[in-house]
């Protein structure tokens, strides 16, 4: 497989990184297997779960649809590197008290999509809350308490509520 | 019996600090919203290599030859193992329980061995040192298949031209019951009316967001096996791996952590799984095998797929004078290992006309082999099937003679005060709820509200629907369930706790978590009966070696039968610490008791030690303590249901919607869901089993459906073409609460976990039904009801 390799050089969490890959290697499986950041979901493996949503030079992708040679040069942020800057703190405090999350295996991709909605600033309603997570499976809440947790970090955030 | 959408005051469970009624968040929430779970996907070993199985493309065919010459030589490969080879470790087996009078299946083996009968049954594996090594290589095996004739049609799967599956089994029929109670056709005769139907259910699956995960690493140094996996029943799967590899079950340890959703898809033996195991043994190190999205869906189990001819028979005054159905359901070429596939459709007639008082029942259930994927335990199994065919029946008999459905529902409804009582079908109930539990719908969703908003838009051309549907649950299930069949799956489950030497609590129990709560729970029965702050509780599940034997997570059990246990070893160490207490103190230990981490007069409340101070002294200094006492920081206790072979609980839905008779499109505007599930423990783990429960059960409704050809190809293995419910076209669901302790034990906590699933398709039928009623629309009863079949009911296409 080493005809097929390609060296990359790119910022995932804010750390440099080389690594020589197959470009047949999907971003997700290079971040699990590569970089041992298993926090990022394999689902479905071609598009419709969004369990691999991770964000690249700022835009949430799907992990599992763009390769990892794609990435060269680029920045990289998972849920590993949200987590530890801070970044989404108060919406994995809004998912724990509101039990939005069962099995845990929607919610990286889960608060990655939120957080790209909620960044826009404002409150979304409810409905436009529900649109823009429509891309991310969760086979155990139902959805309505992340719709509820997302709705009030939006509500703080914007100082409607504390 | 009350209200209780506030935390319900209870008696006996009133401990000072208690946590039980309580909305407590999880206490192992955080790993997973930073993405520091660990699920079985995520974890490698040294030496680690990977499997991926080459599986039949057809649907029964013999395998005259596999060459694998090239894919043994391809790059990074260890092994190529065929059926034949695999079976010099491991044993086939055979899905069957006694109890199921004449239940019977064939050997299956873990690849399959001279014939292969469903799509997608693996037929070789390749071990290789990467995933993507191992599917390389299985390009490069050729396997040459003599295609044989496929049973498809459940319908005909009896017929005397139809071949027969499994030569050594005579017929296609796994397991037929019947059931005639009181008097079906005297009732039918006299009835005002009769309505007669039948309901198709589609074949779906569990689709879980982490797909089936196991790795199996055999030390042959130690003779010793530890399989790490992603199921719901830990000890059950040691017995059967010990079982099938010849070991004892004390050489097998089966480590699971987190879960990437189970729902009953996680509870059964997979021939892949077993076979990853086998080949660990064979090669002497650890392998891996995840599957992939398209391997889950021809091998997770499929549920449901049940044609039921149904009939009602009412009288004017709206009393339901009998019920009778006739259910067919094709499962596979297996009966699934160990807890059988017969156990739907048994449920199914156990279940029909559960909540009701009609006393007249016929019933015939008739289960049968077919070369698709294996049929199985699926989420609140036989439930949505039996409630929709119910609740069916009983909104089209109130149409019929004109009543309204809920009016209709109060006359035949068993009285809140008729309990203990019985159903036709010999289901026995402690204490249920039905009227109160009404009744509450009936305010909470402003039915009479709804129903004048409904008639105003039907004159502008806007077509909404109403429908109900009342339900009963099976949980904590006794022995009574698989037990008493010979399955070595345990009813009984226990809990053992140690007070660590700074006064925190480590908690080992039996029963396991995929995310519904379990550990909270576990936690809040401890803290509470022990006495320490929630903080001070660590809970431990999924570990053969170390957690108390027991069942694990399914059937609704895990808080009413694993927290009962846990709620009795918190009383046990009390006892225990209180005996220390009462030593250091030169207290009389009844004079004592625990409050928040501190041993306090029982009186008063005065403190007088903190934990961590006896903790001190019993495990430092017990030179201190009188002579001959000894200090027991440890107490196990184990439950299991006794008085009551199932703790029924029961409930009622209603989903509100808009049809759009144009395009067939339903939109869902709300749903509710009055549920009496016993004490409740932590009122929001309660709701969310609710709210995910009702869209797995609108998933069925609406959407889910693997499709068959008439070859056996499944012709949507894949997330784009299976659909399942997304964010934005579910509702926001509102739940409610009736409180019928059960008396079985001291909490007197029932399961909440099947509610959800169970009442949800019947209720939007209903509603799809009341939406079409003035359009003069067939009733529709085949699920899913995709916008073609309402358009097709409407006459358009």
Redesign the interface.
């Known amino acids: 497989?080493s005809d097929h390799a390609l060296e990359i050089s790119l910022t995932v969490n804010g750390e440099p990184v080389n690594e020589r890959v197959?470009a047949?290697?999907t971003l997700v499986d290079f971040l699990?297997e590569d970089l041992a950041?298993?926090?990022?979901?394999?689902?479905?493996?071609?598009g419709?779960?969004g369990?691999c949503t991770v964000r690249v030079n700022g835009e949430i992708v799907r992990g599992c649809l763009m390769l990892a040679v794609q990435c060269d040069g680029a920045k990289v942020e998972?849920?590993?590197g949200l987590?530890d800057s801070g970044a989404i703190a108060d919406l994995?405090s809004a998912?724990?008290?509101?039990?939005a999350?069962?099995?845990?295996?929607?919610?990286?991709g889960m608060?990655a999509t939120a957080q790209d909605l909620l960044a826009r600033g404002g409150v979304p309603t409810?409905e436009q809350?529900?649109?823009h997570?429509?891309?991310?499976?969760?086979?155990?809440?139902?959805?309505?308490?992340?719709?509820d947790a997302v709705e009030a970090v939006a509500q703080v955030r914007a100082g409607e509520k504390k | 019996m009350k209200i209780a959408d506030s935390p319900p005051i209870l008696t006996a469970l009133d401990r000072p600090n208690s946590y039980i009624g309580r909305s407590v968040p999880r206490p192992n929430l955080q790993r997973l919203t930073q993405g520091r779970g660990q699920y079985v996907s995520d974890v490698n070993l040294p030496r680690m290599a990977h499997v991926a199985f080459v599986r039949s493309p057809h649907a029964h065919a013999r395998i005259v030859k596999i060459a694998a010459d090239a894919a043994k030589t391809a790059p990074g490969v260890i092994a190529v193992v065929a059926g034949a080879e695999l079976a010099t470790v491991m044993t086939p087996w055979v899905g069957v329980l006694t109890h199921l009078k004449g239940l019977k299946s064939a050997p299956q083996a873990p690849i399959a061995v001279e014939r292969a009968c469903w799509q997608g049954e693996a037929v070789c594996a390749v071990v290789a040192r990467t995933r993507a090594e191992a599917e390389d290589a299985c390009e490069l095996v050729e396997v040459t298949y003599e295609e044989m004739p496929a049973v498809i049609d459940p319908e005909t799967a009896l017929d005397a031209q139809t071949p027969v599956i499994h030569a050594s089994i005579t017929d296609n029929l796994c397991f037929e019951r019947k059931l005639d109670v009181g008097a079906v056709d005297k009732a039918f005769a006299d009835s005002d009316a009769v309505v007669e139907t039948v309901f198709n259910f589609g074949r779906h699956t569990g689709v879980t967001n982490e797909p089936r995960a196991v790795i199996a690493d055999w030390n042959a140094g130690e003779q010793r096996m530890t399989v790490y996996h992603g199921t719901q029943a830990p000890h059950m799967m040691q017995n059967l791996f010990a079982k099938h590899l010849g070991l004892a079950e004390h050489q097998v340890r089966v480590l699971t952590k987190d879960v990437g959703g189970s729902f009953g898809i996680k509870v059964h033996t997979y021939a892949d799984e077993m076979a990853t195991v086998a080949l660990s043994k064979l090669l002497k190190r650890p392998v891996k095998f995840v599957a992939d999205r398209i391997e889950s869906f021809v091998t997770d189990i499929h549920a449901r797929d049940h044609r039921i001819k149904a009939k009602i028979g009412v009288n004017k005054d709206g009393s339901i004078t009998a019920f009778e159905i006739d259910d067919l359901t094709g499962i596979g070429p297996y009966s699934v290992y160990p807890r059988t596939s017969g156990i739907e459709a048994n449920q199914v007639v156990n279940l029909i006309g559960g909540p009701y008082t009609c006393p007249n029942y016929r019933a015939q259930a008739r289960v049968v082999f077919t070369n698709k994927n294996v049929m199985c335990q699926y989420r609140a199994v036989g439930h949505p099937i039996a409630v929709a065919v119910t609740e069916g029946l009983v909104e089209l008999a109130a149409a019929k003679i004109g009543m309204d459905p809920l009016e209709f529902r109060r006359r035949n409804l068993i009285p809140d005060e008729a309990y203990p009582a019985q159903s036709a079908a010999g289901l026995k109930f402690e204490k249920l709820s039905h009227h109160e539990s009404l009744a509450h719908l009936d305010s909470m969703m402003n039915y009479a509200g709804l129903r004048a908003e409904q008639k105003k838009l039907r004159e502008q051309g806007i077509y909404r629907g109403i429908g109900f549907a009342s339900f009963i649950e099976v949980t904590n299930p006794s022995a009574a369930f698989y037990g008493v069949g010979g399955a070595r799956i345990t009813s009984q489950d226990g809990a053992t706790v140690k007070l660590d030497a700074q006064g925190a609590l480590i908690v080992h129990t039996g029963v396991t978590e995929q995310g519904q709560g379990a550990e909270a729970v576990i936690a809040q029965c401890m803290a509470s009966s022990f006495g320490v702050p929630l903080d001070k509780v660590r809970v431990v599940t999924g570990d053969t070696d170390n957690t108390p034997y027991g069942g694990g997570t399914w059937a609704s059990r895990a808080a009413g039968i694993g927290g009962e246990a846990a709620w009795q070893a918190g009383k046990a160490l009390r006892g225990n610490v209180l005996e220390i207490a009462g030593a250091m103190l030169q207290a009389r230990p009844e004079d004592l008791d625990i409050r928040n981490g501190i041993v306090v007069n029982k009186a008063g409340g005065a403190e007088r030690l903190p934990l961590d101070e006896l903790a001190r002294v019993a495990y430092f200094r017990p030179d201190t303590l009188p002579p001959g006492f000894q200090a027991e920081l440890m107490a196990t206790r184990h439950y299991v249901p006794r008085a009551w072979p199932f703790a029924f609980t029961n409930g009622i839905q209603a989903s509100y919607l808009e049809v759009d008779p144009d395009t067939g499109f339903v939109k869902l505007l709300k749903h509710w869901c009055v549920e009496d599930c016993g004490t409740i423990i932590n009122p929001q783990l309660v709701d969310e089993q609710i709210r995910g429960g009702v869209v797995q059960g609108i998933g069925a409704a609406l959407f889910e459906h693997c499709r068959y050809d008439e070859r056996g190809q499944m012709l949507n293995g894949n997330m784009a073409d299976y659909l399942v419910p997304m964010a934005a076209e579910m509702p926001d669901i509102e739940c409610g609460h009736v409180v019928s302790p059960t008396a079985d034990s001291e909490l007197g906590a029932k399961g909440a976990g099947e509610a959800g699933t169970a009442g949800a398709p019947g209720s939007v039928m209903n509603a799809i039904n009341d939406a079409l009623r003035p359009l003069g629309a067939e009733p529709l009863t085949d699920m899913p009801f995709t916008p073609d079949k309402i358009l097709r009911a409407l006459g358009k296409i």
């Open positions: 497989m197959e047949r290697k699990r950041l298993t926090g990022s979901h394999v689902g479905c493996e071609h419709v779960c369990a998972t849920i590993e987590s994995q998912f724990e008290e509101r039990n999350l069962q099995c845990g295996y929607c919610t990286p608060l409810r809350i529900r649109e997570l429509s891309g991310n499976y969760c086979r155990c809440t139902g959805y309505h308490a992340i719709v």
